[in-house]
């Protein structure tokens, strides 16, 4: 049987180790284990922000432009639907004119003979 080792007083002991150095406080010991997290976070929720702005913008450009569109088509069709009565008012009104005179001319003719 192998005795047991013997007891060196040179190492010291794990109690000892602990003992002679002064334990960091419970925040300090904290903040020193999340320092390199929060960096890494810090950048991965800047970039998530920066893309969900993107998508947003992009979301909203796009509802604008719907809506913007709605609105100029709503606007022109009132304009094209002012213009179709003014121009029918005077073609009808060019007609009447034109029907009048060859009366007119056709009346004037048969009067002569």
């Given at each position: ?7 060196d ?22 903040a ?7 960096h890494?976070?810090?950048d ?9 702005s ?40 060019s ?18 003979k």
């Amino acid at each position: 049987m192998n005795p047991t080792p013997s007891f060196d007083a040179t190492i010291p002991v794990l109690t000892e180790v602990f003992q002679d150095e002064p334990a960091p406080a419970a925040d300090e010991a904290h903040a020193e284990a999340q320092a390199p997290l929060e960096h890494a976070g810090d950048d991965a929720v800047a970039d998530l922000g920066q893309r969900l702005s993107e998508r947003i913008l992009a979301q909203l450009e796009e509802r604008v432009g719907d809506v913007l569109g709605q609105q100029l088509r709503a606007s022109m069709e009132g304009a094209i639907q002012a213009a179709i009565v003014d121009a029918t008012a005077e073609i009808r009104g060019s007609l009447r004119q034109m029907v009048a005179d060859a009366v007119g001319e056709g009346l004037a003719q048969a009067l002569k003979k």
